[in-house]
């Protein structure tokens, strides 16, 4: 039960925190929007738009953390976590057409250069990367443990970059007309968005496709399995991820007889979660030498299959 308030309290934390980057980027898109109404600067509307990408991620990401911590019910009876999952996936497609979008504008921008307009620009992308700076900061440590978070936090890492790429190309521009310096850049920040995009993709699609978790071997598990007294083989053996961090795992495990299956599945259940860190696993128990005639067990083993 403290282990629980515990880590609704961290949840509760969480939230805040989400809650607060989510306003502050929705603040800052509506000064943009009205500073660009104001000065007539069709710049700072893009930006402004480009911000309100970033609340956006973050609110689902948001979202998605409150379905996550739902009970299993009828419906879902594995519970709601992929719903982080989801959302990462959700993310890091956008996260990917902001990358391309990207290298379109630079690329047309080497056939049709832009004016600057002025430093009223500059300020305002200064403005924005702080603001950027303090969601990531709010973000930064929740990201560690969460490819929700993490890809809502790659959001606000490129929007932080794109307002650095607008300052250091607006002020080479301005001061020497180096005009290729604003493509350049952007062609850096595409660059990065995409390979940390790239980065994750594969991971995300990877749980979503129930997939056997990083680093342990489906070969491994079943000799592990068959080492333990009392049983003789292992096959039928499934093994995924309910989350990023939760492991689960069905197999039919052979037995010689039914007399210590409690002991043996007590045994196998231990031995999976503290060396494969597996702590859900169904397990179905068959005898060795039945020739089909025996009845299916209580722990739901039976014979024939």
Not at 94 to 119: F, H, K, N, S
Not at 162 to 176: D, E, F, M
Not at 187 to 208: D, E, S, W
Not at 241 to 261: G, K, R, S
């Amino acid at each position: 039960m403290a282990s629980d308030h515990h880590h609704h309290d961290i949840g509760a934390m969480g939230d805040r925190r989400l809650g607060w980057a989510i306003a502050i980027n929705m603040l800052l898109t509506l000064a943009q929007i009205v500073g660009g109404i104001v000065s007539g600067s069709l710049a700072l509307i893009a930006d402004a738009l480009h911000n309100f990408s970033d609340a956006a991620s973050l609110l689902i990401a948001w979202v998605a953390r409150r379905i996550g911590r739902q009970p299993p019910d009828r419906f879902k009876t594995f519970g709601y976590k992929r719903a982080e999952v989801i959302a990462a996936l959700i993310n890091l497609v956008t996260l990917v057409i902001v990358g391309l979008y990207l290298i379109y504008e630079a690329l047309w921008r080497m056939v049709e250069p832009q004016v600057i307009e002025g430093w009223t620009v500059v300020i305002v992308a200064g403005v924005a990367l702080v603001i950027d700076v303090a969601t990531a900061v709010l973000t930064y440590t929740m990201s560690r443990h969460s490819m929700n978070i993490r890809a809502a936090f790659l959001h606000n890492v490129s929007d932080a970059l794109a307002s650095v790429g607008v300052i250091i190309a607006g002020t080479l521009i301005l001061l020497y007309g180096w005009y290729w310096s604003d493509t350049l850049l952007t062609l850096l920040i595409a660059g990065y968005v995409l390979y940390q995009a790239a980065t994750m993709l594969p991971q995300t699609i990877h749980i979503l496709m129930q997939g056997a978790p990083e680093g342990i071997a489906v070969e491994e598990v079943i000799q592990a399995m068959e080492q333990v007294e009392g049983v003789s083989n292992v096959h039928h053996l499934h093994l995924w991820q309910l989350d990023e961090h939760e492991n689960a795992l069905e197999a039919h495990v052979v037995i010689d007889e039914f007399v210590n299956t409690e002991t043996i599945k007590r045994a196998l259940k231990g031995m999976l979660a503290e060396r494969f860190s597996i702590h859900h696993s169904t397990l179905e128990f068959e005898v060795e030498h039945c020739n089909g005639s025996c009845q299916p067990h209580r722990y739901g083993g039976a014979c024939g299959h």
